[in-house]
């Protein structure tokens, strides 16, 4: 045998006397080139995995709906909306197995709140998986709102996942379902970026899938065309066949420049109840009326067959929300066909005594800012101004929210920049804002002077984070009691203010300090998890050396 050296002295290549260089190597050497190649490829995974990624599967819901855990997907058999829900309860957490008997039943369809019955056959998916890069904590500080990975300070074998929002000697105050940043006792609330508070919104209601037997037996759609009146359905507001004509079966709203002064189409907030699908099923009369929106999260509306691990076994005990929420984001495309003289289209989002409106001028692209302070005889006053791509006859996609105390715009999905003027401070601002009965058709579309069509009406709602406390906190079932009573009030607005103001500063409201080397913990899905607020007091933080790495490829 010959032994030849390469250029790299460290490396020998052995060859068969008289082989040609092109024949395949033997079996054996085949195979020791095969388990080598196997074991470096092993060896580069144990790198990866130590020094700079790691791939997870989320076991639980605390992340939804952002991140799925463990679930069940239906089709709603009334209005056709997609469903999603948890099943990570049939799982016992500690073997991996499921428990005997215990499985998903029902869920309630989260857009028109219908009973679906067909979830205990439906398969269940595993959780999302995730790549957690290691490498940005490594040779960096982590960034508020990141979604990141850590070892739980209570059981440090485990892996939690959870959203940031506190760093290190920071004072964060979890209030009215949003988050401020206390310093010299002053608050200042903390804005996502906006790119950031699109990928978070929940669903409320998706216009393109209405509950059509329920429709044809009386219930109103959610959308009308109305006219302000002294007495009206809701806050007001009387529907109208004048202005705005809907198409019920494209479920599209079109109005004509013809039409003359400004018209208003309106949501009103009817989502129906456990009881009234049953009455609907019974054939008996129907009482629809309009509610705040709460934090309902559609992954948490399921039922299961066994009390032991289920919260709810019935449809009547599940949590359709508690709090009012006024971060709204309105969502929907524009097709203008004409224009006349000064064309305009006006978007409104109430928080409370303030009405937010986006005035577009749909000749120019022209947009303003406006407040209207319903309080003092509805004073108009100018918050900012930009310009749109909304000029003349086209197509338009467009997102208006007031998140985070901002208002954002988006056109064609091109957040518009009004600067700060678009930042916020609401009525009532020594606490929050309470509901009106303009809360109960908290969004609307006007027109004027211009032929247009708006579809894909769709409706969203920011992350209300509760002011939840810990079992062991003689707090927890006061706590318990408040939501119940507030969720039963919520289709009068002012009892509901009058409720929530009684016990508001006690029961939403939570303060906690981190200290030098910790950062705070929540989940998106607020109702269902185990963070920062349910840890021990003396270890609300998620110390710095605890952390893993930041989630991404989600």
């Known amino acids: 045998m010959m032994v030849a050296t390469t250029q790299d002295d460290s490396k020998q290549v052995e060859q068969a006397e008289g082989a040609k260089p092109s024949e395949k190597p033997k079996d054996k050497e085949s195979t020791r080139d095969t388990i080598e190649s196997i074991l470096f490829a092993f060896v580069l995974a144990f790198m990866f995995r130590t020094f700079e990624a790691e791939a ?86 982590p960034e508020r709102f990141d979604v990141f990975v850590f070892k739980f300070p209570e059981e440090p074998k485990t892996n939690y996942i959870k959203r940031l929002v506190g760093l290190p000697n920071e004072t964060i105050r979890i209030k009215g379902g949003n988050l401020y940043l206390v310093e010299d006792g002053a608050e200042q609330v903390l804005r996502k970026p906006p790119e950031k508070q699109r990928l978070i919104q929940i669903p409320v209601h998706d216009d393109d899938h209405a ?77 629809p009326r309009a509610r ?115 208002l954002c715009l988006w056109v064609n999905n091109r957040l518009i920049d009004f600067g700060d003027g678009a930042l916020i401070q609401p009525l009532g601002a020594v606490g929050n804002p309470f509901p009106t009965e303009m809360d109960l058709t908290p969004l609307g579309i006007a027109a004027s002077n211009v032929s247009a069509t708006v579809s894909h009406l769709k409706i969203e709602r920011d992350i209300y984070y509760r002011a939840d406390f810990p079992q062991s906190d003689l707090k927890f079932q006061l706590n318990k009691g408040f939501q119940r009573d507030l ?50 007091e003396d270890q609300q933080a998620v110390p710095r050396e605890f952390l893993v790495g930041q989630a991404f490829w989600i």
């Open 56 to 141: 997870f599967v989320i076991p639980t819901g605390s992340m939804a709906p952002t991140l799925y855990g463990r679930h069940k997907e239906a089709t709603c058999t009334e209005c056709g909306n997609p469903i999603v829900v948890g099943a990570s309860d049939e799982v016992n957490p500690e073997t991996g197995y499921l428990f005997p008997d215990a499985r998903v039943t029902s869920a309630l369809c989260p857009n028109c709140g219908a009973n679906n019955e067909q979830l205990y056959d439906a398969l269940a998916f595993n959780g999302d998986r995730i790549i957690v890069n290691k490498y940005p904590y490594e040779f960096g500080d």
């Open 292 to 406: 705040l929106i709460a934090d309902l999260c559609s992954y948490n509306i399921y039922t299961g067959s066994d009390v032991r691990h289920f919260e709810a076994v019935s449809p009547s005990g599940i949590d359709l929300g508690t709090y009012w929420v006024a971060d709204l984001t309105l969502n929907f495309d524009l097709q203008v066909s004409e224009v006349g003289s000064k064309p305009e289209v006006l978007l409104e989002l109430v928080e409370g005594p303030s009405w937010y409106r986006c005035r577009i001028n749909v000749e120019t692209g022209a947009a303003v800012l406006e407040e209207v302070n319903s309080q003092m005889n509805e004073r108009v006053r100018e918050l900012a101004t930009a310009s749109t791509p909304i000029q003349g006859a086209g197509s338009y996609s467009v997102s208006f929210a007031n998140v985070d105390d901002r």
């Open 211 to 287: 509950p059509r037997e329920l429709l044809a037996a009386g219930w109103p759609e959610r959308w009308a065309g109305v006219k302000r009146g002294d007495i009206g359905r809701v806050a007001g507001w009387n529907e109208t066949d004048d202005g705005w004509q809907a198409d019920f079966d494209t479920r599209t709203y079109t109005i004509s420049k013809d039409a003359g002064k400004e018209s208003w189409l309106r949501y009103r907030h009817f989502f129906p109840t456990v009881n009234d699908w049953r009455n609907l099923k019974e054939g008996k009369p129907l009482d």
């Open 487 to 536: 969720e039963r009030l919520l289709i009068d607005p002012n009892a509901w203010a009058d409720a929530y103001l009684q016990k508001a500063s006690e029961l939403d409201l939570r303060t906690i300090e981190i200290g030098p080397d910790g950062y705070l913990a929540l989940g998106d899905n607020s109702p269902r998890s185990r963070d920062s607020r349910l840890w021990r």
